[in-house]
């Protein structure tokens, strides 16, 4: 597993742990996390994580909005955790990344993580959102 991807495992991991705890502080304490990772991927989800959480009312906004047919409440919270991630990287990075690889990866980490049709809905949100910011 690449740096990259796996930083995006944790992030969407921590997201989730966030997500159900409703404690910020989940952000921060990473004790669960296993010290056989790399460093990198450590930096990587902080970066992520540091941004997503400065954004994440609009984040959130913005995939409430694309979900236009389900309650924001009731999206599962790991494929909340996995958009949370991939809008942050697609729309609000200084060098965002390009619809196609977000959306890929997102599907990816979706099917590891999520039920067995979930990279349907993520893949969805995403292709709309990514289809409005490229208006």
Do not use: C
């Not at 502080?25 to 991927?41: C, G, P, T, V, Y």
């Not at 990344?97 to 809905?121: C, H, M, Q, W």
Request: hydrophobic share 45%; no cysteine; aromatic share 10%.
């Amino acid at each position: 597993m690449g740096v990259r991807h796996s930083g995006r495992v944790i992030a969407v991991q921590t997201l989730y742990i966030y997500e159900m705890s409703q404690n910020e502080q989940a952000l921060f304490d990473w004790r669960w996390i296993s010290s056989d990772l790399k460093e990198e991927s450590l930096l990587f989800a902080r970066f992520l994580l540091n941004g997503i959480y400065a954004h994440l009312d609009e984040i959130d906004r913005m995939i409430e909005s694309a979900s236009d047919k389900r309650d924001f409440d009731r999206i599962a919270k790991v494929d909340l955790a996995v958009l949370r991630v991939s809008v942050y990287e697609m729309l609000f990075q200084a060098q965002p990344l390009t619809p196609r690889i977000v959306i890929d990866e997102a599907v990816e980490i979706s099917k590891n993580f999520s039920a067995d049709d979930s990279y349907r809905f993520v893949n969805g949100i995403l292709d709309k959102l990514s289809r409005e910011a490229a208006k």
